[in-house]
């Protein structure tokens, strides 16, 4: 992997287990390659681990929706719930497939830049 794209890879990692939204997949993911890297172990190897992880869950909007109308009333707030809600639906309605949050965005952004667009 050349330097860049390996920077890149670092940045969005970071990002990932910086992002409040990271699930716990997607943190243990994140830690796993970093502490790879770290030890020298082969970064091609690892980051193959790491897309698999990410590619392995996506979160749809209806998940959001779901999320927004149970869990989140009780961990977020009813405001907050209904915020996300307004912005899922809305979303919905102009086609869109994912959650836009920043980890389920950071994580698009890091499978793209490596050849795993998420349809």
């Known amino acids: 992997m050349d330097k860049e794209l390996l920077d890149y890879t670092t940045e969005k990692v970071d990002v990932l287990l910086g992002a409040p939204s990271s ?14 890297i770290a ?12 897309l698999d992880a990410l590619d392995g869950h996506h979160t749809t909007i209806d998940e ?5 109308r149970g869990a989140a009333k009780q961990m977020l707030g009813e405001d907050v719930a209904a915020d996300m809600e307004a912005h899922a639906l809305k979303r919905k309605k102009e086609g869109a ?5 920043l980890a389920c965005l950071t994580a698009q952004e890091l499978l793209a830049r490596h050849g795993r667009p998420v349809l």
């Open 39 to 50: 030890a020298g172990a082969d970064a091609d190897q690892a980051t193959t681990k790491l």
């Open 97 to 101: 497939k994912y959650c836009d949050c």
């Open 64 to 68: 959001v929706l779901v999320f927004a």
């Open 23 to 36: 699930s716990k997949t997607t943190l243990a993911a994140c830690q796993a390659w970093k502490d790879a």
